[in-house]
């Protein structure tokens, strides 16, 4: 994979002001400087959590008409156990007065592309564990519209599973990079990407 500094991105200083207690400000200001390079107006967040990232986005991205955000209903077991106290009471509250924001309460892998719709950038934080990034990864694809973006966080995290997704992914020849000193991959999507390994595949253990 291709090292990109926060410099490179435009990205060097943390965004101000408050963010979610899973992105420190320079991961936000990363995620903003490479959501903006593909100027969305459709994104989807897999895990919004209390939806303070997605309000911080919205208050920054003019071009953003609809933010989706997908989260599990409360009282959900993980996958992970090292996830269990990652559910939020309430999903999405922080960003709920934008009239942009729309909240979707399900989980992930039981969702298909007919369940959403098309859109620039997606944002996956989630569920870590690696059936999950690659479900939620290979229906991102296909959702992207012409020339768009994916982001993933806790790539580089050795308590969870997003890693060794991504490598698989990588070695099926998806060209994601990661961003040095943080927990971000990314990828740009082109509408001439050649097809996406099946939804729902699961990968050798």
Aim: proline share 6%; charged share 20%; net charge negative.
């Amino acid at each position: 994979m291709r090292k990109f500094t926060r410099a490179e991105l435009g990205a060097a200083v943390p965004l101000a002001g408050p963010t979610s207690k899973y992105l420190n400000g320079y991961e936000t200001a990363i995620l903003l400087a490479l959501v903006r390079s593909v100027a969305p107006r459709t994104m989807i967040e897999f895990g919004c959590n209390e939806g303070i990232t997605a309000k911080r986005l919205l208050e920054n991205l003019p071009t953003l008409q609809k933010y989706i955000g997908v989260d599990v209903p409360y009282g959900n077991t993980p996958t992970l156990s090292c996830q269990i106290n990652e559910t939020p009471i309430s999903a999405g509250w922080y960003a709920a007065d934008d009239p942009r924001f729309f909240y979707l309460e399900a989980r992930s892998q039981m969702l298909r592309t007919g369940h959403l719709e098309p859109c620039d950038a997606v944002f996956i934080d989630g569920d870590h564990s690696e059936a999950a990034v690659l479900h939620e990864s290979c229906l991102a694809r296909r959702l992207i519209r012409g020339t768009g973006i994916i982001v993933w966080h806790d790539f580089s995290n050795p308590a969870v599973e997003v890693t060794q997704a991504l490598n698989l992914l990588h070695d099926e020849g998806w060209p994601i990079n990661y961003v040095e000193n943080s927990w971000l991959a990314f990828m740009r999507v082109e509408k001439s990407d050649g097809p996406a390994r099946q939804a729902g595949h699961q990968t050798r253990r």
